[in-house]
């Protein structure tokens, strides 16, 4: 008798010890401090406080029942990334629009989106004087799209509550046409200097992306220096035309390889014949995170979080438009990993200063302008700035072919003396389109004068 009472106190005392090393594994899951491989503390990098303070538009989703999952109870209203080494995010936090779950919940085919309500997943970073340029980009989605819209905004912290605040200031009704979440520029702790700097400030934060939303499926990243001139749903639906290989859209570098950059003076590998720009770039996330991606550094593949670092040591010395580049290396040694769509969805300065280059925009028109090299702010192409001006001006509620098309089409008769305002009918050939769109649907420009 003697001997089942020591077998049974022994297991009793062996449970207690099973019970005590899985309530420890647990909590370690949850445990965010410091641990043997180098996870930050999240009391020690707090770089999410200024959202801690602000706990999200509580009570929009009272207008409409469509967006009631971005109210999860399980969700923080918190946003914040930690690089650790690779990004995570604990499972009840997400951001200023809670649209997160838990990245440890079922998930179910290729669906990864978690709360989803069918909208498009649109992503910018803005660092720097990049405030006003980054909210007409959002304007211009907001004005022209007919279907839910997802923002994820990275922002230094200086910029976090200008951003909030000037959201939240658009009419209600417009407000129902997206959600918005707001996360930190973080970047590798041992090598955010390096990054942060590689090219325009915090430009590489875009590399990232895919390791940062985890939830999120597929997204359309986008330069702060865009114009929508047509619903963002027209690009989202290009997600339909990856084959089974496909994982990220681009658009070339250049038409016109006799005025190209990369093939006259790139010294690294770059996709295609004249590269390609990285302003606009469709992702299906969850592929790209799946892959082992071919490079000319390992034998074997390497995962999109294995690659980024190496390829930026083995290259930085050689690569002058940063991100891009690395982009660029990346598709070259995968060149059946990414689609090319045509250069009307990222119709640049170098499409019309040098004589229409853009054979598809002159057939169909400019679907997305993209004004780098700053010309939506200087005088070197009137044409661009007339249509980032016109956006910018034009007030929520007011008729947008009397307010919007007909002062722009005013505004491109005067650029006509210049190189890209020859083409300017181009601009606004989609664009009306896209208005009288939104004018049979009813979009949020035009319901919006009914509010108070």
């Known amino acids: 008798m003697r001997c089942y009472l020591h077998a049974f106190l022994l297991c009793i005392f062996f449970t207690f010890l099973s019970l005590l090393y899985v309530y420890s594994q647990l909590a370690s899951t949850e445990d965010w401090g410091v641990n043997g491989r180098g996870i930050p503390d999240r009391s020690g990098h707090d770089t999410g406080s200024v959202l801690r303070k602000q706990p999200g538009l509580a009570g929009r989703d009272r207008y409409s029942s469509q967006r009631s999952c971005f109210y999860s109870v399980r969700c923080k209203s918190v946003s914040v990334s930690y690089w650790s080494p690779y990004w995570r995010q604990p499972a009840d936090v997400c951001g200023e629009k809670c649209f997160l779950e838990s990245p440890r919940r079922a998930r179910s085919g290729a669906a990864e989106g978690g709360c989803s309500d069918g909208g498009s997943h649109l992503a910018v970073v803005a660092c720097g004087p990049r405030l006003e340029e980054t909210l007409t980009m959002l304007k211009s989605a907001v004005l022209l799209s007919n279907k839910p819209l997802n923002f994820h905004i990275f922002a230094e912290d200086d910029l976090q509550?200008?951003?909030?605040?000037?959201?939240?200031?658009?009419?209600?009704?417009?407000?129902?046409?997206?959600?918005?979440?707001?996360y930190p520029i973080t970047f590798p702790k041992d090598n955010a200097k390096e990054w942060k700097k590689l090219f325009k400030p915090c430009a590489s934060q875009r590399l990232f992306?895919?390791?940062?939303?985890?939830?999120?499926?597929?997204?359309l990243y986008v330069d702060t220096d865009i114009i929508f001139l047509q619903p963002v749903e027209e690009i989202w639906n290009l997600l339909s035309h990856f084959n089974s290989t496909h994982l990220a859209a681009m658009a070339p570098e250049h038409e016109e390889p006799r005025i190209g950059w990369y093939n006259r003076f790139a010294r690294h590998p770059y996709y295609?014949?004249?590269?390609?720009?990285?302003?606009?770039?469709?992702?299906?996330?969850?592929?790209?995170?799946?892959?082992?991606?071919?490079?000319?550094?390992?034998?074997?593949?390497?995962?999109?979080?294995?690659?980024?670092?190496?390829?930026?040591?083995?290259?930085?010395?050689?690569?002058?438009?940063?991100?891009?580049?690395?982009?660029?290396?990346?598709?070259?040694?995968?060149?059946?990993?990414?689609?090319?769509?045509?250069?009307?969805?990222?119709?640049?300065?170098?499409?019309?200063?040098?004589?229409?280059?853009?054979?598809?925009?002159?057939?169909?028109?400019?679907?997305v302008l993209h004004g780098n090299r700053g010309v939506f702010h200087d005088h070197k192409q009137p044409a661009f700035r007339a249509?980032?001006?016109?956006?910018?001006?034009?007030?929520?509620?007011?008729?947008?072919?009397?307010?919007?098309?007909?002062?722009?089409e005013a505004s491109l008769q005067k650029t006509t003396n210049s190189y890209c305002g020859r083409t300017s009918h181009l601009f606004t050939k989609r664009l009306e389109q896209s208005i009288r769109s939104v004018q049979r649907e009813g979009g949020p420009g035009q319901r919006a004068r009914a509010l108070p």
């Open 161 to 182: 509550h200008s951003f909030r605040d000037a959201l939240r200031s658009w009419p209600k009704m417009v407000q129902m046409k997206f959600n918005f979440t707001i």
């Open 272 to 367: 295609g014949k004249t590269g390609v720009n990285s302003g606009v770039m469709l992702m299906n996330m969850t592929r790209l995170r799946e892959k082992y991606f071919q490079n000319d550094m390992t034998a074997a593949g390497l995962r999109w979080e294995e690659i980024l670092l190496p390829l930026l040591q083995k290259y930085k010395l050689n690569i002058t438009w940063g991100d891009q580049d690395l982009l660029n290396i990346i598709f070259y040694h995968n060149p059946e990993s990414l689609y090319v769509f045509p250069c009307q969805w990222n119709y640049r300065p170098d499409h019309c200063i040098y004589g229409s280059n853009c054979k598809e925009a002159e057939q169909t028109g400019v679907f």
């Open 209 to 219: 992306l895919p390791l940062i939303l985890k939830e999120v499926d597929s997204l």
């Open 387 to 408: 249509v980032y001006e016109a956006i910018q001006k034009y007030q929520f509620g007011e008729d947008l072919e009397a307010s919007l098309l007909q002062p722009l």
